[in-house]
Every structure is written in C-alpha cells, then in structure tokens.
C-alpha cells in the first residue's frame, strides 16, 4: 500500500481545482429578502413602539428630577 503525502501547495491546487470545477454563487436574492423583511419588521416594531417607550423615558425622567 502506497502512502501519497501532499504538500500544502498540492492541497491548495487541489481545492483550487475543485473550486473551478463547482463555482460557489450563493444565495444573494435569499439574502435580499431576508435583509429587507428584518428590516420592514423593524420598523413596524418601531411604529408601535415608539409612543410606548416614550412615556416610558417621560415618566421615568420626570420622577428622577421631581415633580
């Protein structure tokens, strides 16, 4: 049984040659999408959160300075 070392520029022309072979493209439009719901569901959090979280500060300022 014949034992075959490769060195590391023989491993690195290997992958090389795999990777020609199988072009890795992604998934961009996935990407797109997820990006931009995460970005929508933001925002509507935001919409609804706001007025919330504004009182909240109000309240919480107004009774650390006093009335």
């Known amino acids: 049984m ?3 070392f490769l060195t590391a520029p023989a491993v690195l022309a290997d992958q090389v040659r795999r ?7 992604g998934d961009v439009p996935g990407w797109v999408l997820i990006t931009i719901m995460t970005a929508g569901l933001v925002a509507a959090l935001w919409i609804v959160a706001e007025p919330l979280l504004t009182n909240l500060f109000t309240n919480a ?3 650390v300075t006093g009335p």
């Not at 990777?19 to 493209?25: A, D």
């Open 61 to 63: 300022v107004s009774t």
């Open 19 to 25: 990777w020609s072979r199988e072009p890795e493209r």
């Open 2 to 4: 014949t034992r075959r």
